[in-house]
């Protein structure tokens, strides 16, 4: 079975400073990863997807992320944060080798202050 | 290319009554999913299909719910009779099917039942 945790209900932060969204994943198979947002009103969009190639993940809008197995972690992080970044963030997990659907963690919901 | 597409966007209707829901997948998507998506909460699995079979509807409550994916492209969620804890957003979502592939959403269908 697949789950994800993600580690902080709400994050504010400061236009410019650093972003990072916590997230860690259970799967008995490997898995795959992917970060997904959802602004007010309006549908998830992919941010970026982690499927055992690279562990360093780029995505879009300056996002990226790391697949770390031994923490079994994938952080999101962004260098410097923009008004337009506030938005709830979903960390999803798949396994890799299995028939299964997407398992989505609770959501982190990021402010970013002026 | 088009996205997801669901209708309607928004729905309010008296507990015990019948409601529906229409969703139209990317064109070549084989794999179509149902959430459920709580207030502040991450989307939940109702049902999941390929083609035109449900591989995966553990959770979905059969006693008043149900799917139909039709010649295994557009896709209905009914519910009858709603109840106020139906009170949620239902979203559909499209992907080519694939263990590392990204699933792609509409924009919901927020139900409210008074």
């Known amino acids: 079975a697949q789950s994800v945790t993600q580690l902080d209900s709400h994050v504010s932060v400061s236009e410019g400073t650093p972003v990072l969204l916590r997230c860690n994943y259970s799967?008995?198979?490997?898995?795959?990863l992917f970060w997904y947002v959802q602004h007010p009103n309006k549908g998830l969009q992919l941010l970026l997807k982690?499927?055992?190639?690279?562990?360093l993940v780029k995505g879009i809008n300056g996002f990226e992320a790391e697949f770390k197995k031994s923490e079994t972690s994938f952080h999101l992080t962004k260098p410097s944060a923009h008004m337009s970044d506030a938005a709830e963030y979903f960390c999803?997990?798949?396994?890799?080798?299995?028939?299964?659907?997407?398992?989505f963690g609770k959501g982190t919901r990021l402010s970013v202050i002026a | 290319e088009a996205g997801v597409v669901q209708s309607p966007r928004y729905k309010i209707i008296e507990k015990k009554q019948p409601v529906a829901f229409w969703c139209n997948p990317i064109?070549?998507?084989?794999?179509l999913y149902w959430y459920l998506q709580n207030l502040g909460q991450g989307p939940e699995l109702l049902i999941r299909?390929?083609?035109?079979?449900?591989?995966?509807d553990s959770q979905l409550p059969k006693d008043r719910f149900s799917a139909e994916r039709l010649k295994g492209v557009d896709s209905t969620l009914k519910i009858q009779p709603a109840e106020l804890g139906d009170s949620a957003v239902y979203l559909c979502?499209?992907?080519?099917?694939?263990?590392?592939?990204?699933?792609?959403f509409g924009q919901g269908t927020r139900l409210t039942v008074v």
């Open positions: 979502a499209s992907s080519r099917g694939g263990a590392n592939t990204e699933a792609f």
């Open positions: 799967s008995s198979y490997s898995p795959s």
């Open positions: 982690y499927t055992s190639a690279a562990t």
């Open positions: 999803v997990v798949r396994a890799l080798g299995g028939n299964t659907p997407l398992v």
């Open positions: 064109s070549g998507h084989n794999t």
């Open positions: 299909y390929e083609n035109e079979e449900a591989v995966d």
